[in-house]
Protein backbone atom coordinates (compact mmCIF):
# COMPACT_ATOMS: atom_id res chain seq x y z
CA UNK A 1 0.00 0.00 0.00
CA UNK A 2 2.47 1.96 0.83
CA UNK A 3 4.54 1.62 -2.63
CA UNK A 4 1.18 2.27 -4.89
CA UNK A 5 1.18 5.44 -2.98
CA UNK A 6 4.57 6.99 -3.69
CA UNK A 7 3.95 6.02 -7.82
CA UNK A 8 0.76 7.78 -7.06
CA UNK A 9 2.39 10.91 -5.67
CA UNK A 10 5.64 10.42 -7.93
CA UNK A 11 3.35 10.41 -10.41
CA UNK A 12 1.27 13.26 -9.65
CA UNK A 13 4.45 15.17 -8.90
CA UNK A 14 5.90 14.55 -12.79
CA UNK A 15 2.21 15.18 -14.01
CA UNK A 16 2.08 19.12 -12.12
CA UNK A 17 5.37 19.87 -13.20
CA UNK A 18 6.43 21.95 -16.09
CA UNK A 19 7.96 19.83 -19.09
CA UNK A 20 10.95 21.87 -20.10
CA UNK A 21 11.59 20.79 -23.30
CA UNK A 22 8.01 21.74 -24.72
CA UNK A 23 8.06 24.60 -26.97
CA UNK A 24 4.38 26.18 -26.54
CA UNK A 25 2.40 26.58 -29.87
CA UNK A 26 1.03 30.34 -29.86
CA UNK A 27 -0.47 30.16 -33.27
CA UNK A 28 -3.13 27.33 -34.88
CA UNK A 29 -1.02 25.50 -37.83
CA UNK A 30 -1.59 26.37 -41.50
CA UNK A 31 -2.39 22.83 -42.16
CA UNK A 32 -5.49 23.28 -40.06
CA UNK A 33 -6.43 26.92 -40.43
CA UNK A 34 -5.73 27.78 -44.08
CA UNK A 35 -1.86 29.42 -44.97
CA UNK A 36 -1.22 32.81 -44.31
CA UNK A 37 -1.32 35.60 -46.98
CA UNK A 38 2.01 35.40 -49.35
CA UNK A 39 3.36 38.96 -47.80
CA UNK A 40 3.32 36.72 -44.37
CA UNK A 41 4.48 33.47 -45.96
CA UNK A 42 7.43 35.79 -47.39
CA UNK A 43 8.16 37.37 -43.61
CA UNK A 44 8.70 33.83 -42.55
CA UNK A 45 10.30 32.39 -45.51
CA UNK A 46 7.40 29.67 -45.10
CA UNK A 47 8.76 27.00 -47.47
CA UNK A 48 6.21 23.66 -48.89
CA UNK A 49 7.87 20.82 -50.17
CA UNK A 50 5.96 18.03 -52.10
CA UNK A 51 6.01 14.94 -53.86
CA UNK A 52 9.72 14.09 -52.82
CA UNK A 53 10.96 10.83 -53.84
CA UNK A 54 12.75 9.21 -50.43
CA UNK A 55 16.07 9.50 -51.48
CA UNK A 56 15.57 12.87 -52.29
CA UNK A 57 16.44 14.79 -48.89
CA UNK A 58 19.41 13.09 -48.04
CA UNK A 59 20.85 13.47 -51.91
CA UNK A 60 19.94 17.42 -51.42
CA UNK A 61 21.41 16.88 -47.62
CA UNK A 62 24.99 15.62 -49.26
CA UNK A 63 24.88 18.44 -51.71
CA UNK A 64 24.65 21.52 -49.22
CA UNK A 65 27.03 19.46 -46.66
CA UNK A 66 29.82 19.43 -49.87
CA UNK A 67 28.86 22.95 -50.51
CA UNK A 68 29.15 24.05 -47.12
CA UNK A 69 32.43 22.18 -46.04
CA UNK A 70 33.83 23.79 -49.14
CA UNK A 71 34.10 27.57 -47.90
CA UNK A 72 37.58 28.66 -46.90
CA UNK A 73 38.22 30.84 -43.93
CA UNK A 74 38.91 34.53 -44.08
CA UNK A 75 42.40 35.46 -44.25
CA UNK A 76 43.57 37.92 -41.55
CA UNK A 77 44.17 41.48 -42.65
CA UNK A 78 42.45 40.89 -46.17
CA UNK A 79 39.04 42.10 -47.15
CA UNK A 80 37.74 38.95 -48.34
CA UNK A 81 34.47 38.69 -50.12
CA UNK A 82 31.97 36.28 -49.83
CA UNK A 83 30.23 35.09 -52.91
CA UNK A 84 26.40 33.56 -53.22
CA UNK A 85 25.01 33.45 -56.40
CA UNK A 86 21.58 32.08 -56.51
CA UNK A 87 18.73 30.74 -58.54
CA UNK A 88 15.59 30.56 -57.11
CA UNK A 89 13.26 29.41 -59.67
CA UNK A 90 13.54 25.92 -61.50
CA UNK A 91 13.47 27.37 -64.99
CA UNK A 92 17.18 27.22 -66.49
CA UNK A 93 17.69 30.91 -67.19
CA UNK A 94 17.74 31.69 -63.55
CA UNK A 95 20.18 28.38 -63.38
CA UNK A 96 22.53 29.63 -66.25
CA UNK A 97 22.20 32.99 -64.61
CA UNK A 98 23.49 32.23 -61.10
CA UNK A 99 26.05 29.51 -62.39
CA UNK A 100 27.95 32.28 -64.59
CA UNK A 101 27.23 35.05 -61.94
CA UNK A 102 29.35 33.24 -59.25
CA UNK A 103 31.95 32.54 -61.64
CA UNK A 104 32.37 36.39 -62.66
CA UNK A 105 31.71 37.57 -59.31
CA UNK A 106 34.26 35.15 -57.99
CA UNK A 107 36.98 36.18 -60.48
CA UNK A 108 35.83 39.87 -60.04
CA UNK A 109 36.28 40.23 -56.24
CA UNK A 110 39.13 37.60 -55.34
CA UNK A 111 36.81 34.90 -53.74
CA UNK A 112 37.71 31.59 -55.21
CA UNK A 113 36.99 29.10 -52.32
CA UNK A 114 34.97 31.80 -50.82
CA UNK A 115 32.27 31.39 -53.94
CA UNK A 116 28.84 29.14 -53.40
CA UNK A 117 25.99 28.94 -56.03
CA UNK A 118 22.51 27.62 -55.39
CA UNK A 119 20.85 26.20 -58.60
CA UNK A 120 18.78 23.91 -59.96
CA UNK A 121 19.01 22.50 -63.54
CA UNK A 122 21.06 24.63 -66.30
CA UNK A 123 19.02 21.99 -68.80
CA UNK A 124 17.80 18.77 -69.72
CA UNK A 125 19.83 16.69 -66.80
CA UNK A 126 20.03 17.02 -63.11
CA UNK A 127 21.22 19.48 -60.74
CA UNK A 128 24.67 18.68 -58.76
CA UNK A 129 23.97 21.72 -57.04
CA UNK A 130 21.81 22.33 -54.07
CA UNK A 131 18.74 24.13 -54.90
CA UNK A 132 18.43 27.86 -53.87
CA UNK A 133 15.77 27.10 -51.26
CA UNK A 134 15.42 29.52 -48.28
CA UNK A 135 16.43 27.08 -46.21
CA UNK A 136 19.78 26.31 -47.88
CA UNK A 137 20.12 29.81 -47.99
CA UNK A 138 19.85 30.47 -44.36
CA UNK A 139 22.91 27.62 -44.16
CA UNK A 140 24.89 28.78 -45.82
CA UNK A 141 24.54 32.13 -44.90
CA UNK A 142 25.20 31.24 -41.37
CA UNK A 143 28.23 29.00 -42.26
CA UNK A 144 29.91 31.93 -43.57
CA UNK A 145 29.33 34.19 -41.02
CA UNK A 146 30.84 31.46 -39.05
CA UNK A 147 34.09 31.48 -41.12
CA UNK A 148 34.40 35.37 -42.01
CA UNK A 149 35.80 38.48 -39.98
CA UNK A 150 32.58 40.99 -39.88
CA UNK A 151 34.57 43.59 -39.11
CA UNK A 152 36.68 43.26 -42.19
CA UNK A 153 34.96 41.15 -44.98
CA UNK A 154 32.12 41.10 -47.66
CA UNK A 155 28.87 39.59 -48.10
CA UNK A 156 28.03 39.57 -52.05
CA UNK A 157 24.49 37.79 -52.88
CA UNK A 158 23.48 37.70 -56.37
CA UNK A 159 19.81 36.29 -56.70
CA UNK A 160 18.29 35.09 -59.73
CA UNK A 161 14.54 34.78 -59.95
CA UNK A 162 10.53 35.63 -60.26
CA UNK A 163 9.68 38.24 -58.05
CA UNK A 164 6.09 39.90 -56.79
CA UNK A 165 5.32 43.19 -54.38
CA UNK A 166 6.48 41.50 -51.58
CA UNK A 167 9.60 39.76 -52.08
CA UNK A 168 11.20 36.90 -54.80
CA UNK A 169 9.68 33.87 -55.07
CA UNK A 170 11.46 30.40 -54.48
CA UNK A 171 9.62 27.79 -56.95
CA UNK A 172 11.43 24.08 -57.21
CA UNK A 173 9.24 23.04 -60.38
CA UNK A 174 5.76 21.30 -58.60
CA UNK A 175 7.28 20.54 -55.43
CA UNK A 176 8.85 23.47 -53.49
CA UNK A 177 7.37 26.58 -53.08
CA UNK A 178 8.36 29.87 -50.92
CA UNK A 179 9.17 33.50 -51.10
CA UNK A 180 11.21 35.85 -49.19
CA UNK A 181 10.70 39.09 -48.13
CA UNK A 182 12.97 42.14 -47.39
CA UNK A 183 11.96 41.75 -43.94
CA UNK A 184 13.37 38.23 -43.58
CA UNK A 185 16.56 39.08 -45.06
CA UNK A 186 16.85 41.72 -43.26
CA UNK A 187 16.30 39.70 -40.10
CA UNK A 188 18.87 37.37 -41.00
CA UNK A 189 21.40 39.54 -42.00
CA UNK A 190 21.02 41.04 -38.79
CA UNK A 191 21.30 37.96 -36.62
CA UNK A 192 24.21 36.80 -37.86
CA UNK A 193 25.98 39.96 -37.97
CA UNK A 194 26.74 40.36 -41.71
CA UNK A 195 26.70 44.10 -41.74
CA UNK A 196 29.26 44.87 -45.19
CA UNK A 197 27.49 43.36 -47.90
CA UNK A 198 26.56 43.95 -51.43
CA UNK A 199 23.28 42.53 -52.89
CA UNK A 200 22.69 42.30 -56.44
CA UNK A 201 18.71 41.38 -56.88
CA UNK A 202 17.46 40.25 -60.30
CA UNK A 203 13.51 39.89 -60.21
CA UNK A 204 10.15 42.04 -60.53
CA UNK A 205 9.57 44.22 -58.71
CA UNK A 206 12.97 44.33 -56.78
CA UNK A 207 12.99 47.58 -55.83
CA UNK A 208 10.88 46.36 -52.61
CA UNK A 209 14.77 45.22 -51.11
CA UNK A 210 16.03 48.79 -51.39
CA UNK A 211 14.46 50.60 -48.51
CA UNK A 212 14.47 47.73 -45.51
CA UNK A 213 18.25 46.68 -46.81
CA UNK A 214 20.20 49.63 -46.99
CA UNK A 215 22.16 51.00 -44.78
CA UNK A 216 25.85 52.73 -44.22
CA UNK A 217 27.57 49.37 -45.09
CA UNK A 218 25.57 48.21 -47.68
CA UNK A 219 25.08 48.28 -51.45
CA UNK A 220 22.47 47.21 -53.19
CA UNK A 221 21.62 46.90 -56.61
CA UNK A 222 18.11 46.15 -58.06
CA UNK A 223 16.89 45.05 -61.41
CA UNK A 224 13.35 46.75 -60.97
CA UNK A 225 11.31 49.17 -58.76
CA UNK A 226 9.27 48.28 -56.01
CA UNK A 227 6.47 49.05 -58.92
CA UNK A 228 7.98 47.83 -62.11
CA UNK A 229 8.89 44.14 -63.92
CA UNK A 230 11.93 43.25 -64.97
CA UNK A 231 11.87 41.33 -68.17
CA UNK A 232 13.82 38.36 -70.32
CA UNK A 233 12.71 35.61 -67.97
CA UNK A 234 12.02 33.28 -70.47
CA UNK A 235 13.36 29.52 -69.71
CA UNK A 236 15.12 29.14 -73.02
CA UNK A 237 16.95 32.26 -72.30
CA UNK A 238 20.74 31.97 -71.09
CA UNK A 239 20.16 35.64 -69.33
CA UNK A 240 17.79 38.09 -67.89
CA UNK A 241 17.90 41.34 -69.32
CA UNK A 242 19.41 42.66 -66.29
CA UNK A 243 21.98 39.56 -65.95
CA UNK A 244 23.13 40.32 -69.11
CA UNK A 245 23.54 43.72 -68.72
CA UNK A 246 25.04 43.64 -65.19
CA UNK A 247 26.42 40.71 -65.14
CA UNK A 248 27.87 39.19 -68.53
CA UNK A 249 29.25 43.07 -69.25
CA UNK A 250 29.29 45.58 -66.62
CA UNK A 251 30.62 43.89 -64.17
CA UNK A 252 32.98 41.67 -66.07
CA UNK A 253 35.21 45.34 -66.86
CA UNK A 254 37.55 46.63 -64.08
CA UNK A 255 35.55 49.56 -63.07
CA UNK A 256 33.61 50.70 -60.40
CA UNK A 257 30.22 49.45 -58.85
CA UNK A 258 28.25 52.65 -59.93
CA UNK A 259 29.73 52.90 -63.17
CA UNK A 260 29.29 49.23 -64.03
CA UNK A 261 25.78 50.10 -63.21
CA UNK A 262 25.32 53.10 -65.20
CA UNK A 263 26.36 50.95 -68.07
CA UNK A 264 23.93 47.99 -67.06
CA UNK A 265 20.98 50.37 -67.16
CA UNK A 266 21.87 52.05 -70.19
CA UNK A 267 21.77 48.75 -71.98
CA UNK A 268 18.52 47.43 -70.42
CA UNK A 269 17.16 50.61 -71.13
CA UNK A 270 17.76 50.55 -74.29
CA UNK A 271 16.54 46.64 -75.18
CA UNK A 272 13.54 48.03 -73.31
CA UNK A 273 13.12 50.78 -75.24
CA UNK A 274 13.66 48.20 -78.49
CA UNK A 275 11.05 45.93 -77.16
CA UNK A 276 8.37 48.60 -76.54
CA UNK A 277 7.94 47.80 -72.92
CA UNK A 278 7.57 49.92 -69.88
CA UNK A 279 10.84 51.15 -68.64
CA UNK A 280 11.86 48.13 -65.76
CA UNK A 281 13.95 51.56 -64.00
CA UNK A 282 16.70 49.48 -61.94
CA UNK A 283 18.05 50.65 -58.35
CA UNK A 284 20.96 51.46 -56.60
CA UNK A 285 21.84 52.74 -53.70
CA UNK A 286 25.25 52.79 -52.14
CA UNK A 287 25.65 53.70 -48.02
CA UNK A 288 28.21 56.12 -47.31
CA UNK A 289 30.70 53.95 -45.31
CA UNK A 290 30.62 51.23 -48.47
CA UNK A 291 33.73 52.37 -49.82
CA UNK A 292 36.03 51.18 -46.61
CA UNK A 293 35.39 47.66 -47.82
CA UNK A 294 34.54 48.09 -51.35
CA UNK A 295 37.77 50.14 -52.21
CA UNK A 296 39.96 47.47 -51.07
CA UNK A 297 38.02 45.05 -53.61
CA UNK A 298 37.76 46.68 -56.69
CA UNK A 299 41.91 47.57 -56.00
CA UNK A 300 42.50 43.92 -56.66
CA UNK A 301 40.10 43.46 -59.50
CA UNK A 302 41.57 41.72 -62.20
CA UNK A 303 43.03 44.43 -64.63
CA UNK A 304 41.74 42.98 -67.87
CA UNK A 305 37.67 42.32 -68.83
CA UNK A 306 36.32 39.35 -69.80
CA UNK A 307 34.24 38.16 -72.85
CA UNK A 308 30.69 37.97 -72.61
CA UNK A 309 29.55 34.08 -72.78
CA UNK A 310 25.72 32.97 -73.75
CA UNK A 311 23.24 34.08 -76.31
CA UNK A 312 22.46 38.11 -75.17
CA UNK A 313 19.34 37.87 -73.55
CA UNK A 314 18.17 41.24 -75.96
CA UNK A 315 17.83 38.27 -79.32
CA UNK A 316 14.81 37.16 -77.32
CA UNK A 317 12.92 40.08 -78.80
CA UNK A 318 13.47 39.02 -82.26
CA UNK A 319 12.39 35.59 -81.40
CA UNK A 320 9.38 37.09 -80.47
CA UNK A 321 8.88 39.06 -83.74
CA UNK A 322 9.67 36.25 -86.03
CA UNK A 323 6.97 34.19 -83.88
CA UNK A 324 4.11 36.92 -84.65
CA UNK A 325 4.50 36.84 -88.19
Known amino acids: MKLRSRILAALAGFLGAPILAQVPHTVVSPLFSGLPPPN ?16 WALAEHRRLEKVLASIQPQRKGVVDAYVVAIALDSDPVFAREAREAGRVLSRRYDAIGRTVVLAGPAGAGPSDL ?169 RRMPPTPTQPVGRPAVAALGDAKRNNH
Open 40 to 55: IQADGAMQLERDRPPG
Open 130 to 298: PRGSPDNIAAVLARIAEVMDPREDVLVVYTSSHGAPFGIVYNDGDSGYASLSPSWLWTTLGELHINNRLLILSACFSGVFVPMLSSDTTAIVTAASSDRTSFGCVSENDWTFFGDAMINHALRKPQPLATAFTEASGLVGGWEWQGGMIPSNPQINIGTHVQAWLGPLE
